[in-house]
């Protein structure tokens, strides 16, 4: 059960899209957590919660909501408390592109717009990436390490063609806007490179990961860490703002070559020879705030790779 120091006006909340492994994965979480669960999906796979106890799946409430048919998200939203966001490009559509750039910030819009609209929603929980954080012409130059104040510049995206960073900057800086501007309540995650069996080279995050590996800050995170991380900001009655979420630094070169391994399997294995292979490269990220949040809050994964304090 959601802890007693956390008060909401219902104990409903809406996770969209719930069709992701992401989305999917909160959805069970917040079931076993007691919540009522409104699963908003574009494509609604019958099989997807099949195996669920009779107690959760009676709090389970599937809704057909698409991010750009604004009554499917009013509709999805009704008596929830909270929402979960994080953006699934469409099947049909799945590259990063500029096309993808204008889906990605509409469907931002227009969630915010409707949990304006939505008196009930004390919280959002919106889904963002560290891409929106790392990319930028000075950021060799600059002192402290990248942090949540940090954001990709959207003139260095396009002109390099980082979709994915450029669509997760614009889309998390309109959901701000929205957010301040209606007084919704909003903290963003934005998380490194999701692991698991379907992450493969073609992921659009890995766009300029050699860049990323080089100035330290390529980092990865496991599915169990980040959605203990949603659920942890959304509680935590003290959470704001941005909170960069990773568990995994790669800044060796024996890290980098295990993940190029995972991520092209039919790739030949290169020989380990020269001295390169033991540089430690500094980590230049820190996700010191989120870290903070989950030790005081109890979260049940523990953190790893956390920078020294």
């Not at 939203?77 to 909270?82: H, N």
């Not at 402290?144 to 960073?165: G, P, Y």
Request: aromatic share 10%.
């Amino acid at each position: 059960m959601a802890p007693a120091s956390f008060h909401h006006t219902s104990n409903a909340v809406c996770v969209m899209d719930a069709s992701g492994r992401l989305g999917s994965t909160i959805v069970l979480r917040l079931l076993q957590r007691g919540y009522t669960v409104h699963a908003a999906v574009q494509h609604h796979d019958e099989s997807q919660f099949s195996g669920l106890s009779c107690d959760h799946s009676k709090k389970l409430k599937i809704f057909r909501s698409d991010p750009f048919d604004y009554q499917s998200i009013i509709h999805a939203l009704k008596g929830c408390s909270g929402l979960f966001y994080s953006f699934e490009p469409p099947q049909d559509q799945p590259t990063y592109d500029e096309f993808m750039l204008e889906v990605e910030v509409r469907a931002a819009h227009n969630v915010l717009e409707a949990c304006a609209q939505t008196e009930t929603i004390d919280k959002v929980v919106f889904t963002s990436s560290i891409t929106a954080v790392v990319w930028k012409d000075d950021r060799k130059s600059i002192e402290s390490d990248l942090d949540e104040r940090h954001w990709s510049d959207v003139n260095f995206c396009r002109k390099f063609k980082l979709w994915h960073a450029l669509s997760k900057t614009l889309a998390e800086k309109t959901a701000w806007a929205l957010t301040m501007d209606r007084g919704v309540n909003m903290v963003s995650i934005n998380a490194g490179l999701l692991m698991g069996p379907d992450v493969s080279i073609s992921n659009p995050y890995l766009k300029g990961a050699a860049e990323m590996y080089e100035d330290g800050v390529f980092v990865t995170v496991d599915l169990k860490f980040l959605v203990d991380a949603h659920i942890c900001v959304f509680e935590d009655i003290s959470s704001y703002g941005r909170y960069l979420c990773f568990n995994h630094v790669v800044n060796r070169h024996e890290d980098a070559f295990k993940l190029a391994q995972t991520l092209t399997p039919s790739a030949p294995i290169l020989p380990q020879s020269n001295d390169d292979d033991m540089r430690i490269i500094q980590q230049r990220i820190s996700n010191k705030k989120l870290n903070q949040l989950m030790v005081d809050f109890g979260c049940e994964s523990q953190v790893a790779d956390a920078p020294p304090a």
